[in-house]
């Protein structure tokens, strides 16, 4: 009976405090930012973690998307976490959204020029968006689902040069590229195979000595194309 005493009593012993937490997986958190949203403090006792309670409230983070938390007898606890980590910025109003690829506010940021190192996305059938301005939030946007499923379809060169993406009505995107280029590309639906077309366009103007502000993409069997100096070509 007095052995049984002892080891019910072990766990809640002073042997078997939390004198150490490791981080693993934070890259833009820093490790003291994931104890803090964690709710651990050094000094409980470690069988009094609920680990899955705490990966919950770690889960909770705009910026944590999955989380583990294991205890370590006899003085330790391990916590590790996957990052969202934002794929656009979202313009609405003064504010930018940096979204992931769950269309979850992962933070804001301001919407001026230069600010944010993301492709901006403008919804212009956005409405009811002051409610969107809150990381941890899902964009409830077509317009922001439209520019993540293009996005995914942009083949590598590409995705280097767009800065901004336009969604008109229809899910009808715009793609302009750092140096101004403005490509009608279409729906998502296809849009990889439009895509595919563009290298041998801009490598026929370029050998054609024509610069163009505008590429048109979207009419099948047919590329528009309007030149610096204003005008269609076809």
């Known amino acids: 009976m007095a ?10 012993s002073a042997l078997f405090t939390l004198d150490r937490v490791d981080v693993q997986g934070a890259t833009v958190l820093t490790s003291h930012e994931v104890i803090t949203a964690a709710g651990l403090r050094l000094g409980e006792r470690l069988f009094s ?10 889960e909770a983070h705009p910026r944590i998307k999955a989380a583990t938390v294991r ?4 003085r330790a606890a391990l916590i590790t976490i996957i990052e969202r980590h934002p794929l656009f910025a979202l313009t609405v109003g003064a504010h930018a959204l940096l979204v992931d690829d769950e269309l979850m506010v992962v933070a804001t940021a301001p919407a001026s020029a230069g600010q944010v190192r993301l492709p ?19 964009v409830l946007s077509s317009g922001a689902r439209a520019a993540l499923v293009g996005l995914a379809q942009l083949p590598s060169w590409l995705r280097a040069e767009v800065v901004r993406i336009i969604v008109d009505a229809g899910s009808d995107l715009t793609l302009v590229t750092r140096a101004g280029l403005h490509i009608r590309a ?24 024509v610069r163009v502000v505008t590429i048109d993409l979207r009419y099948a069997g047919s590329i528009v194309v309007m030149p610096a100096t204003g005008g269609d070509g076809r």
């Not at 052995?3 to 809640?12: E, F, S």
């Not at 205890?71 to 006899?74: E, L, N, Y």
Request: proline share 9%; charged share 20%; net charge positive.
């Open 120 to 138: 901006e996305v403008i919804d212009r059938g956005l409405v009811g968006a002051a409610s969107l301005v809150r990381p941890g939030n899902v």
């Open 3 to 12: 052995g049984l005493i002892a080891a019910a009593a072990l766990p809640q």
């Open 49 to 58: 973690i609920d680990a899955t309670r705490t990966a919950k409230r770690l």
């Open 186 to 209: 279409g729906t998502p639906a296809g849009l990889a195979d439009r895509l595919a077309q563009l290298p041998q366009v801009l490598e026929a103007l370029r050998g054609r000595g």
């Open 71 to 74: 205890v370590k007898p006899p």
